[in-house]
């Protein structure tokens, strides 16, 4: 790697007079499980490396308020997938986490690092958009708050900014009954990325024989993960039944743009999109108190 | 990598072919060019910038006209262009074929062939293709507003 | 099942000699080496798979500060090199031939300040045709991406008349046609099979340094020091005695550290700026421009009777060899031979056809050629035994070779336990009973590994102190090697493993030796190993019967004393003085070759289990039986070691270790995207050893390190088909390739 400062602020205004000192030659680093791979491979060669650890007491913590949970972009994968907090409101995001590479990558890796490295094979976004998450961001003007489906804008591309900071994720609580899954289509190998992955929520009706909420999010298969609309309106107010899961996952097919890479052809993709979309939705409905005859 | 578009614009065979042998001007359609300076002959010098995501590649290089053959309608122009701080680069041959549909509509079909050298090479073939393919549609759009005046 | 008695130390569960040093960061790796003035090669590499190179501008990089020498392929003499045929450039000159050919190459004071520089190169190519198909490499359209391979040193005889092609190998048992014509049936098969790197951890790392007296000190992460003195010496026209190899610890090896790589191109770096030069080998530059495991088209044809019984056998075998042969044998392609696979068949023809192609040059791995040809042959046995309605496993049982019979090649086999390993195998896989689950199929394979052979160098030393210290060239790749020659040693001295040392010299150090490769240390350098403990011993005895004043044949060697005539003395009395009359040190050298290895089997049988998701296609191993036909077994550790990571092999040739390549060019040239197995892939596996004393290595014992990864790729294709009744003749058997099948089902 060629050479390069190296500056540890450690506040987020001292994080802004960085920025303002290095331009966008300057890249933040939090655990660098992105980045430094980016840089060994000389595609990214920043002049400097703005270091967030220093910041991990302000942005580290996990709290519950006001129905959601705040987590701090600085936590780290493996103390997210621990937290009783977590695990009480949000476990679906738990559960996310523990598929996240291996363990010695989630004892370093951030969760901002992950929201702010925009790659579309990732574990835990589709369970932020299943759950409607939103982004905090800040900047030296202030911060702003950006729904999860509005984050992701293309491969490796955000909503942030230059200038700007990922500083929280807000996850609301899962909804209270719902049934949740998430399921990563491994074929090749346990350390692989997806080649599909679907997170799904389900809240049924009182009696359990409709769907009241239906939210699958989908990763792997898109620029972006990828909420797929069509099916969870096709499928709420609707009778649960297997038919009806069949058919509300057969319209993933039409959301998923998958590329043809290592792990599978487009075609391969989409169909498999299908198959594990109608298996979560399952999972979840089960886990919701549903029947499926 | 190959890549094919098609598309038809509302102007006369014979404007579009200008446009398309203008170097400079075609050149500039191509999202991410931002200079193209004649050398001479058909030899041109031009530097175009793409991201994806936090890369960034700064690309410089010639472009020649390889083929202008109005009696077949054909124009094609050849790129070299190196990223010197990552290293590597691309090279990419353009060609463009037009057919008369009508006074004022005119069918091209744009096919490009093109090779990601090197450690540019290396950041994942299937994103750099998609990357490549939506760069070359908005190109076909860009070219396509150029003619209309849109 | 296994018992080291009467044994001392063979046999025991010893942990590695290196093992601390390895955990604990201190073991030196070539990369680690350090020498005064070090710095840093780089290699430019070629964009393209077949270009002709018009002009290298390297002046800006020459002009970059800490940029200590720019070599091209105008700057060097154009000697080409390879293990046997050499056809390879150290740096292209007229042309290049795959995607990642050393073009230019960079010394400089850091590793990026040459990185930088080779950005700096400009090289203007003419882009050519390429052909990366070797079917259609042979064909008269086909572009040529050789000149006249008559013209390249120890090419193979005789010159085959097919473009592209540098080598067809024909070999004849009885008479095919007649076999045929007996045949009741005949089935011909064509199988494929990809490219896999090796994945060791270590990437290729070489050190060049001239002394100032000008001689060469080379490491190199090679496993046959010797043989790599002896490739520096005729490729760089330096006498032998003026060049010095050594090996440092290797981080793993199966097959990929056999060859020089680029240390030729870094002693010209060395050379051209005054300074010792390290060049390590990126893993994305292992992927691109290694040595990969050959591909193969493998299209077999055999005749049966209808009660099961081969009576005829073609195969023919067509080896993508990519752009140059040398990092492959010239003639045949090893595993080759093992397309008959190991049954008793009057009639058999075996032709092995080379081809280049325009794509990364193949070369050794693990068992070379062998996982190819035993996929493709042990696929087409059960392909056959599903025609004829017969079970896998009793249609090898009716074929398989017995005592002295001769094998597809016309070799009389001996000591050959092939039935006795199926039917342990079939015992303890249950073989035949109904499976857990529907979906479910267990599918069989068998390979039969030779025992290595060759030469090897040791030496003895024992101090005045009792220090007993072997002295190896041979490097531990990573399988317990020196580990075991210690146990031998301890062993034939009956004294403590504690009081043997082993030490790695370099190529000063011995006057020759075979190194490390193709099954041989436990035979090789086990038999030289022993026999220098018996020399060693023989003295000791003389001493001590000296000391104990009684005829050497009176002496008895207990664990640590000699005794006789009523007395006894120490081993450390015995070496005190033995080594104080030899001048300090006692000291003996064996040069040792066991001999011809021809007709000694060692047989693998495995069961793979899996159960296949219908929607998906995506195939789970439930369970693997690997039965071995083993001798003595000198340390249990390493023993399972290879079997277990073998297996681990199998699995990734089977399912999922390919390079992709779309016309040469590689798409997964990272980890991350190119996928080893991990432990979580691991099914639980089951070993059954089936042990016999006859092996030729020390104490009976045989080889095993490139068993258990070849039979694995067949096993699970066969209960693939068993468990849904698709056929993947393609590897690797990914899901989405099952998944086609099953829609092609229906």
Partial sequence: ?293 | MNFEQRLTVAAPREAVWDLVTDIPQVALCIPGVTKVEHIEGGRYRGTMTVSVGPIRLNLEGNISVEVQDKATWTAAMKADAAERRIGGGVDATVSLTLTEKGPAETEMLITTVANFLGRVGEFGQPVIRKKADSTLQDFAKNLQKKLTGG | MTTNAPYTSVGKPVGQIEGVAKVTGKAVYTGDVQLPRLIWGKLLRSPYAHARIVRIDSSKAKALPGVRAVITGQDIPPTLYGRRMRDMPVLAREKVRFIGERVAAVAADTAAIAEEALNLIDVTYEQLPGVFDPIEAMKETAPRIHGSVAEYFNHAEPVPDLPNTYAVMVRDKGNLDEGFRQADRIFENTFTTQSNHHGYMEPHATVMNIDDAGRLHAWISVKTPHTARAQLSWLLGIPQEQIVVSARHIGGDFGGKGSLMDAPVAYYLAKASGRPVKIVMRYTEELQAANPRNPGIITLRTGVMNDGRIVAHHARCVWNTGAYQAFLPAGWVPGGTEAAGNYLIPHVRLENIGVYTNNVPRGHVRAPGSPQVTFAIESHIDMIAHELGIDPWEMRMKNAIGEGEQSPTGEVMHDVFLKDTLQALKDASKWGSPTPRPNMGRGLGIYNRHVGSGSSTQVITVDRNGNVTLITVAPDTGTGAHTILKQIVAEELNVPLERVGVTIVDTDGVKSDDGVGGSRVTNTHGNTAMLVAQATRASLVTTAAALLGIPSEQVTVGVERFSGGGKSVSFDDVARRAAGDAGGTLRHEVTHDPGSTSGIACFTVQMVEVEVDRETGQVKITRVVSAHDVGTIINPIYHQGQIDGGLAWGIGFGMTEELMLEEGRLLNPHLGDYKLPVTKDMPPLETVLVQHKAGPAPYNAKGIGESSNVPTAAAIANAVFAAVGVRINDLPVTSEKVYRALQAQQ
């Fill in chain 1, 1 to 293: 790697m060629p050479e390069m400062e190296y500056v540890e602020p450690s506040s987020l205004s001292e994080v802004f007079d960085a920025f303002d000192r290095y331009g966008e030659d300057g890249r933040l680093i939090a655990g660098g499980t992105g980045l430094i791979n980016l840089m060994k491979q000389r595609l990214v060669q920043p002049a400097a490396l703005i270091a967030l650890r220093k910041l991990s007491g302000s942005l580290g913590t996990i709290t519950s308020e006001n129905g959601s949970v705040r987590l701090g972009a600085l936590v780290i994968h493996r103390q997210l997938e621990a937290s009783p907090v977590v695990k009480q409101h949000i476990p679906l995001v738990a559960e996310a986490f523990g598929h996240v590479a291996t363990i010695r990558i989630r004892n370093i890796a951030t969760i901002g690092g992950g929201l702010a490295h925009g790659d579309p094979n990732l574990d835990p976004p589709s369970t932020y958009l299943a759950l409607d998450a939103m982004v905090r961001i800040a900047s030296r003007s202030g911060s702003r708050d950006v729904p999860i489906g509005e984050f992701y804008k293309d491969y490796y591309e955000t909503a942030v900014q230059p200038g700007e900071v990922v500083t929280d994720l807000i996850v609301p609580n899962q909804p209270a009954g719902a049934g949740t899954a998430y399921i990563k289509f491994l074929p090749r190998t346990a350390d692989d990325y997806a080649t599909v992955s679907v997170a799904a929520v389900v809240t049924l009706s009182a009696d359990k024989s409709r769907f009241q909420d239906v939210r699958i999010a989908l990763g792997s298969v898109g620029s972006t993960h990828i909420r797929a609309t069509a099916a969870e309106d096709l499928l709420k107010g609707r009778q649960v039944s297997p038919a009806s899961l069949k058919s509300a996952a057969a319209t993933v097919a039409e959301a998923v743009d998958p590329l043809t890479d290592v792990r599978g052809s487009g075609d391969y993709k989409r169909d498999m999109a299908v198959v594990w979309t109608r298996r979560a939705l399952e999972q979840a409905v089960v886990k919701a108190g549903g029947k499926l005859e």
